[in-house]
T-cell receptor
Framework: DAGVIQSPRHEVTEMGQEVTLRCKPI?????LFWYRQTMMRGLELLIY????????DSGMPEDRFSAKMPNASFSTLKIQPSEPRDSAVYFC???????????FGPGTRLTVT | AQSVTQLDSQVPVFEEAPVELRCNYS??????LFWYVQYPNQGLQLLLK??????LVKGINGFEAEFNKSQTSFHLRKPSVHISDTAEYFC?????????????FGTGTSLTVIP
């Protein structure tokens, strides 16, 4: 069974550009999480969905960040406009109700110059 | 509220030496406990987990951890480390029963194995 899939693995963009990160959760998982990892702040939860519905977005840093989950097999995290301080590794994770483990994707390393 | 404290941000250790990575948590309710490992440029991978039963939990790659409820600790140990164990290790806690995202990570411990 394929794990959580994220694309792209690496993204380099210029300040002010729009960035879209993509995630495909494990089939059958009904929870999806977006995390950001930086040296300064460690692993931070940005937002999570249950059955495609955003449940808690209190970790989203500001209005420049938005996330969607149009269906059970796809989610996006968008940053518009991007800033250098958004440079980080962004992880997607998924989980199934009744399970007690989160499964992480390989991450997207974002560099904003 | 729940929180996780990893007491050491960096742990250097010589190859074939034993290692212990410390994790303490705080919670007013029952918890599940986890250790994840992150190898360079990769995502997080589950090492082991404590749900219930025996307080000594064995995981992959020769790692084990012991749940100590009185000390609210879940320290990770390995009797003899290899170069390939160099990675970032995260302790995490989730509440029982697990609903929503009651899943909290520590700040991580960077383990460096020295040849």
């Amino acid at each position: 069974d394929a794990g959580v899939i994220q694309s792209p693995r690496h993204e380099v963009t210029e300040m002010g550009q729009e960035v879209t990160l993509r995630c495909k959760p494990i089939s059958g998982h009904d929870y999806l999480f977006w995390y950001r990892q930086t040296m300064m702040r460690g692993l931070e939860l940005l937002i999570y969905f249950n059955n495609n519905v955003p449940i808690d977005d209190s970790g989203m840093p500001e209005d420049r960040f938005s996330a969607k989950m149009p269906n059970a097999s796809f989610s996006t995290l968008k940053i518009q406009p991007s800033e250098p301080r958004d440079s980080a590794v962004y992880f997607c994770a998924s989980r199934r109700t009744g399970d007690n483990e989160q499964y992480f994707g390989p991450g997207t390393r974002l560099t904003v110059t | 509220a729940q929180s996780v404290t990893q007491l050491d941000s960096q742990v250097p250790v010589f190859e074939e030496a034993p290692v212990e990575l410390r994790c303490n948590y705080s919670s007013s309710v029952s918890v599940y406990l986890f250790w994840y490992v992150q190898y360079p440029n990769q995502g997080l991978q589950l090492l082991l987990k404590y749900l219930s039963g025996s307080t000594l939990v064995k995981g992959i790659n020769g790692f084990e951890a012991e749940f100590n409820k009185s000390q609210t600790s879940f320290h990770l140990r390995k009797p003899s480390v290899h170069i390939s164990d160099t990675a970032e290790y995260f302790c995490a806690v989730s509440v029982v029963p697990l609903t929503g995202n009651q899943f909290y990570f520590g700040t991580g411990t960077s383990l460096t194995v020295i040849p």
